[in-house]
């Protein structure tokens, strides 16, 4: 089974900044990873796919990179609305996808 | 647009069983595998089931193995899952996915299971 290591766990940032996410893959998944935001007693909320699509409707602040084992979100500039858990996910087969710890986004 | 609507979920003793729906609209359900996913309170996302297109290949995650059962009506364009043998861990909320290559994965909006005596 491929694990996804999300990193890091909780990160602390304000209004306006630059954050980074990374998930790394136990072997390639070529682009095949998904990025999710999920609020309290919500369902996760498609943010990327193929490691750099923006979903539609996404704010462009949001994008994603990489390809084989290593992965980042970045949020160019935080907004208020975006404090909330991040998970990845990968779907590289159908057979079984697997997802990160989770990154909680908190005010800091 | 792609639509996933889960039902079945509730309060139920350990031990007891319970079947879980997915309904499915806006696509060509009879193409795409589903997943399910599910997540215990406070916790992180994880995968609990897979079946193929076609319901011929069904793989499960070690938790589950033996005690769930996955399985589709193609004709009702419907997934469902089948929880035996319940146990207190698994307690969460139930997500269908679909996950395929030519867009994003999409999720439904869950149903919630809960194992009490």
């Known amino acids: 089974d491929i694990q996804m290591t999300q990193s890091p766990s909780t990160l602390s940032a304000s209004v306006g900044d630059r954050v980074t996410i990374t998930c790394r893959a136990s072997?390639?998944?070529?682009?095949?990873l998904a990025w999710y935001q999920q609020k309290p007693g919500k369902a996760p909320k498609l943010l990327i796919f193929k490691a750099s699509s923006l979903e539609s409707g996404v704010p462009s602040r949001f994008s994603g990179s990489g390809s084989g084992t290593k992965f980042t979100l970045t949020i160019s500039s935080l907004q208020p609305d975006d404090f909330a858990t991040y998970y990845c996910q990968q779907y590289n087969s159908y057979s079984s996808i697997t997802f990160g710890q989770g990154t909680r986004l908190e005010i800091k | 647009q792609v639509q996933l609507v889960e039902s079945g979920g509730g309060v139920v003793h350990p031990g007891r069983s319970l079947r879980l729906s997915c309904a499915a609209s806006?696509?060509?359900?009879?193409?795409?595998?589903i997943h399910w996913v599910r997540q215990a309170p406070g916790k992180g996302l994880e995968w609990v089931a897979v079946?193929?297109?076609?319901?011929?290949?069904?793989y499960y995650a070690d938790a589950v193995k033996g005690r769930f059962t996955i399985s589709r009506d193609n004709s009702k364009n419907t997934l469902y899952l089948h929880l035996n043998s319940l146990r207190p861990e698994d307690t969460a909320v139930y997500y269908c996915?679909?996950?395929?290559?030519?867009?994003?994965?999409?999720w439904g909006q869950g149903t919630l299971v809960t194992v009490s005596s």
């Open positions: 072997q390639s998944i070529s682009n095949w």
């Open positions: 996915v679909r996950v395929g290559h030519d867009g994003g994965p999409n």
């Open positions: 806006g696509f060509t359900f009879s193409n795409y595998p």
């Open positions: 079946l193929s297109y076609d319901g011929n290949s069904q």
